[in-house]
């Protein structure tokens, strides 16, 4: 990793589901069930993935345009019902806690902006072992959601970083729009939830599509 002389910037922010953790399969699958349990048209998986990373109630809206939102509860609950069952599944894409160690050994400030709840984040956190790893976090559920640039805002004034010297790692067009919302930079990553091609039509820093890629550029380039 660059040295705190010649480094570009002081604090790198992550998105947590498809970008960290290997997530966006079953929340996809999860959001399906949930939309069949209720009668209501399941979203191919496209449409399921495009969601995430998005707060509960947009979300809600894009995969089930035709529930009223009294209805957003229900079917809210029926998602959590699916993707409770299965999240012990979830891991850390390989790399990514050696990846977390490096950054943090170099001095650089890392946070997390995630759609997740306060609560989701908190419990996956504790599960996969990587809670003291990060000097912030934020959450969909204290404050606008994404892209809206409220995340990194408050990420950003808490740990007394300028734009300039921001990054946001993300695999949504949801996470480069919150970046470019808040003035700072975007590095998209093509393994997760959205296809590249949305991805570099937000002209990110870069698209890597790996976790050693990712690695690699950051060594060079942050």
Known sequence: ???????????????????????TTLI???????????????????????????????????VAPDLPPGRYPELGARYRDHYLVREPEITLFDGARELLAELD???????????????????????????????????????????????LLHLMERLAVEPHATLMIGDTTHDLDLAQNAGAAGLAVTYGAHPSEGLTSRAPLAAVDSIPELRVWLAHNA
């Open 1 to 23: 990793m660059r040295d705190a002389a010649t480094r570009r910037f002081d604090l790198i922010v992550f998105d947590w589901d498809g970008t960290l953790v290997d997530s």
């Open 28 to 62: 996809g699958e999860a959001l399906q069930h949930a939309c069949r349990d209720l009668g209501l048209p399941v979203p191919d998986d496209a449409a399921a993935r495009y969601v995430i990373g998005l707060g509960l109630a947009d979300a809600m809206k894009l």
């Open 105 to 151: 050994a170099a001095g650089y400030r890392l946070a997390i902006a995630t759609g997740k709840t306060r609560a989701g984040l908190a419990r996956s956190m504790a599960r996969i072992g990587v809670e003291g790893m990060f000097h912030a976090t934020r959450c969909a559920d204290e404050g606008f959601p994404k892209p809206h640039p409220d995340m």
